[in-house]
């Protein structure tokens, strides 16, 4: 696939300008650049630019010798982010008067960790290797004085690279590695975007899991829904189907806006023929006729046109990076969405909540409540504890079968259930990524390439190996008992799988193949490759054994060689000598013994005293053995991939051991979460009822952060959809209103994941979704102020919660003026109250004449406020200093007390009494005569909203309007 930068400026930019992280937007369907200016070039300069002509989008990494070079703007671009020197030479690759590319070089042995710093900072690496070596060359090749043949064997971005060049260099230089290199994994998602019907469809794709996401919506004018996808899925590449002018603005926008610095766009044209680009696709990652049919059939029947594209793009893209055949896994595909089985969150609410991400400290987890529940051991339980937490359960069953798996784990000791912790203790302490490891095992036996090493490989299999051993040697009968003594069905459905994939026995006749002694030993990765199979045991390691017989009849012919050489030289106890590399060496005194020699012998190398020779029998026994040599190295390699190909045939058997000990492992990191503190009890889930009733509850996050609330008040909760659905929330700033309502949502997430919750006890129904809308702040790149962000997420909200939502709103109105304000917190609030579905809503406010509302709907308002006290109030004219006591009780605050803030805050006294005085002053003025009239054509507004039925400029223009009619 040919690819072209759109904007070359950023590529080429003077060499003086330090790198930044930032996204490179590229359109792949553009032909290669023009060629550079002809000049006088070496042959290894000659080879870099018919390479780079087609790979125009990649940062070109050539291997020469045991240094990779990177060459002209490359050069300049790696020199700048790894900090290393840039000999001097042209940087422009079309320009080449000179006759000279500047270059810098590293160290084949560091590539991967240069590698990695390239790729975070955003650009596509392409690594070019020596395909032959000088042995093959000089044996095989007519042009034995030649070039190097070189080509590109790896291409990599921040998403697809899994540390495969981690042994890259000398097979003897020694790097510690681990299954594990700290990655959770991003995703590379392509977007096809509809005009009729207006609809998005998604495919996703974690290359380091095998994971895939796909989706189908329809969304808004601020494209909420794909914003909330992007909250969970994070891509760092992105393939947009159409040409730019195609996609909708609105889609662009938000794209754009969620772009961190690093995020590559692509734009890629939609395929002519669907249908021939689907069978061409697939015919490229399976060569089996009957899978191709299968394989066809599963997507062409589960998906529609616009999530194929979005498939044939994905594979032609990955193609490149030798991954596409992650798409022959389908039991890895699965629905973003399934409303009947999980809770809707939508990208607001997650980042009002901090699941994920702490919006203080971005570069931080700690307090949010991923941070508080994660105490997974292993990488593949950490991943399945975010899906988890960003998917909340609406089946009573399963919630409560996740409850039921605590009550377990924290009642009788049980020792299967202790042994298979162990286990993944181990699991975890050794780093071993199963998951990833056996992702890569499938992209290596398709690609013939090396993604995994032979020790992480036996390391893997080891593994499973102990699991089932372990499984397998306690027998049936504590398997019988166990499932009589817990509840959890989850619980005992790991344990039952477990135990009957025990039962296969291929895993241990893979692991009869390898020499466990040679598999570990990376210290010596040619030793390790020649000794990593028991010999004769399987028909693939013929082709070894008959290349080490090969060399034995050739270092025979040496030994008889160096006899003759004894017997000629008169040394009988002469030896083979190796210096720098160079074996079979003759050592000869320097003086009459060298001048005697004849005159064929070849001076390989020598010293003062001595000198080093290799006659013309040992030269070419010599490049025999070294020919064997690097095909017994090739025909290990061959050997290993046909390993990995019958163990990649058994991936569905190792993924599904995979998932159930990462259910272990999340239902292991719940227990703990629910027993690191005390008064963590089980939620009682009602089935029919719309109830949070909550005794002593506290904030989860605020009670764990490390400058511990020892004082931390707890609070009642209690909102019912039969009474005081809609809670009205006053009281002075930095009183806890925030904190108090995002304490209810996060308890009901809690209980809805199936986790213990900090209370005295808990009675909560099961909500189908919670919708948040607070704070203020502008949207730049979206091109909005704060005052239409508010209404547009209204707005979306209005027209998706259901019977079973929870609605949380913090200061609706405050983006614009007082009256304005009033007038649409009102008009909201009303809405919310007299709607059909009436949805448990949480409202914080301060406007004191909301509390009206309690009168007009008795059974279905109620007024609370954070508690306080006043204190050194001597008369009515100064302003009181008060304490907040942080507690939720019945009542409104008509004093906001948001001078309170200001002394705390520093401002002088005199200033604060000023401000106290205008604020009385004010109280006066502001009135409900036209508020009722708003709220009727704002609720009308609304309801065009909800029936998509108006734009953004309509919605616009009718506020401006509304604004009108509340002046006073």
Request: neutral net charge; aromatic residues 8%.
């Amino acid at each position: 696939m040919q690819v072209e930068l759109i904007n070359h400026k950023d590529e080429e930019s003077d060499s003086s300008t330090p790198p930044t992280k930032r996204a490179k937007s590229t359109n792949l369907n553009k032909g290669t650049s023009k060629k550079p200016t002809k000049a006088k070039l070496t042959p290894l300069e000659s080879q870099f630019i018919s390479l780079k002509l087609n790979h125009r989008d990649k940062l070109l990494a050539v291997q020469v010798g045991y240094k990779f070079k990177f060459f002209a703007d490359d050069a300049a671009i790696a020199s700048k982010i790894l900090n290393i020197m840039l000999l001097p030479g042209t940087t422009k690759f079309e320009d080449l008067k000179n006759g000279k590319f500047a270059y810098c070089s590293i160290p084949d042995n560091r590539l991967h960790i240069h590698l990695q710093r390239l790729l975070n900072y955003g650009y596509k690496v392409a690594v070019i290797k020596q395909t032959e070596s000088a042995a093959i060359k000089n044996m095989e090749s007519s042009n034995k004085s030649g070039l190097f043949e070189r080509k590109i064997t790896g291409v990599y971005t921040k998403a697809t690279y899994m540390g495969d060049e981690i042994n890259t260099g000398d097979p003897n230089f020694y790097v510690k590695n681990s299954g594990d290199d700290g990655q959770l994994g991003d995703y590379i998602l392509c977007l096809d975007e509809l005009n009729a019907p207006q609809q998005i469809s998604i495919v996703a794709v974690q290359p380091l899991t095998g994971d895939i996401i796909h989706d189908t919506f329809r969304d808004n004018i601020t494209r909420d829904e794909l914003e909330t996808r992007f909250a969970y899925i994070t891509p760092s590449e992105i393939l947009v189907i159409n040409n730019q002018s195609s996609i909708s603005k609105e889609t662009l926008k938000c794209i754009k806006s969620l772009n961190k610095g690093t995020m590559n766009i692509m734009h890629v044209k939609c395929p002519s023929d669907l249908e021939e680009e689907f069978v061409k696709s697939f015919e490229k990652i399976t060569t089996d006729d009957n899978d191709l049919i299968q394989l066809s059939q599963y997507y062409q029947v589960n998906f529609s046109a616009s999530v194929l594209s979005c498939v044939c793009e994905l594979i032609k893209y990955l193609e490149q990076f030798k991954l596409a055949n992650v798409f022959t896994i389908t039991s890895n595909v699965n629905n973003f969405v399934n409303s009947r089985k999980f809770m809707l969150l939508p990208s607001h609410t997650l980042q009002a909540l901090e699941i994920f991400r702490n919006e203080t400290d971005p570069s931080s987890e700690q307090g949010t409540l991923a941070w508080l529940l994660n105490h997974t051991r292993t990488k593949m339980g950490q991943r399945l504890l975010k899906k988890w937490i960003s998917m909340p359960l609406i089946n009573i069953d399963a919630i409560n079968s996740r409850l039921d798996a605590i009550d377990d784990l924290t009642s009788d000791f049980n020792h299967l259930i202790d042994a298979l912790k162990n286990q993944l203790n181990s699991i975890g302490k050794a780093g071993s990524d199963l998951e990833k490891l056996l992702i890569k095992v499938h992209y290596s036996s398709t690609y013939n390439m090396e993604r995994i090493t032979r020790k992480d490989l036996y390391l893997m299999l080891k593994c499973f190996d102990e699991v089932f051993r372990m499984i397998k040697n306690f027998g049936e009968k504590p398997l019988l008992e166990l499932k009589a003594s817990v509840k959890s069905d989850l619980l005992k459905g790991i344990f039952e799988e477990l135990y009957d994939l025990s039962k296969d026995g291929n895993l241990t006749k893979f692991l009869k193949l390898i020499n466990p002694s040679e598999a570990l030993n990376d210290r010596n990765v040619t030793d390790q490759k020649i000794g990593f199979f028991h010999l004769g045991q399987d028909p693939m390691t013929d082709d070894i054994s008959k290349e080490l017989e090969e060399i034995s009849k050739v270092e025979q012919d040496l030994n008889t060689e160096l006899q003759e050489i004894r017997k000629f030289l008169k040394r009988p106890n002469l030896s083979y000598v190796t210096n720098l590399k160079e074996s079979h060496l003759i050592e000869v005194r320097n003086g009459k013994q060298v001048d005697s020699l004849p005159k064929d012998w070849i001076k390989i190398s020598g010293t003062k005293s001595v000198s080093r020779f290799r006659n013309p029998t040992i030269i070419e026994l010599h490049k025999r053995l070294q020919y064997h040599n690097e095909l017994l190295l090739k025909n290990c390699d061959i050997a290993f991939n046909k390993f990995l190909g019958m163990i990649d045939n058994h991936y569905r058997f190792f993924n599904q051991a995979v998932k159930q000990l990462s259910i272990f492992d999340c239902l292991l990191s719940f227990t703990a979460s629910s027993l690191m503190n005390s008064n963590y009890v089980r939620p009682k889930i009602l089935p029919d009822e719309q109830r949070i009733e909550i005794k002593k509850s506290r904030n989860p996050i605020i009670e764990n952060l490390p400058h511990s609330y020892s004082n931390y008040v707890a609070n009642d909760i209690n909102i019912s959809y039969l009474k005081e659905r809609v809670i009205i929330i006053t009281g002075p700033n930095m009183g806890g209103k925030s904190s108090y309502v995002k304490q209810v949502a996060l308890l009901t997430i809690m209980c809805q994941i199936g986790c213990f919750i900090p209370c005295e006890s808990a009675e909560v129904g099961i909500f189908d979704s919670i919708f948040i809308r607070m704070g203020a702040s502008d949207n730049i790149l979206k091109g909005k102020s704060t005052f239409m962000i508010e209404m547009l997420e209204l707005a979306n909200i209005i027209s998706n919660f259901t019977d079973k939502s929870l609605i949380i709103l913090d200061e609706i109105g405050r983006g614009t003026g007082t009256n304005d304000g009033i007038a649409i917190a009102y008009s909201i609030l009303k809405y919310l109250i007299e709607d059909p579905k009436k949805p448990l809503t949480l409202f914080i406010t301060h406007y004191p004449s909301l509390h009206t509302l309690e009168n007009d709907y008795p059974q279905v308002v109620g007024n609370y406020h954070m508690n306080f006290m006043e204190k050194g109030v001597k008369n009515e004219k100064e302003w009181p200093e008060i304490v907040f006591l942080y507690t939720l009780v019945k009542g409104v605050v008509s004093n906001l007390y948001g001078l309170n803030v200001a002394k705390l805050a520093g401002i002088p006294t005199d200033v604060i009494q000023q401000a106290y005085e205008v604020s009385e002053r004010l109280k006066s003025i502001v009135e409900m005569e036209n508020i009722n009239k708003f709220s009727l054509e704002f609720c009308k507004l609304i309801q065009m909203i909800k029936k998509n039925e108006v734009d953004e400029n309509y919605i616009t223009d009718k506020l401006i309007e509304l604004s009108r009619l509340n002046k006073l």
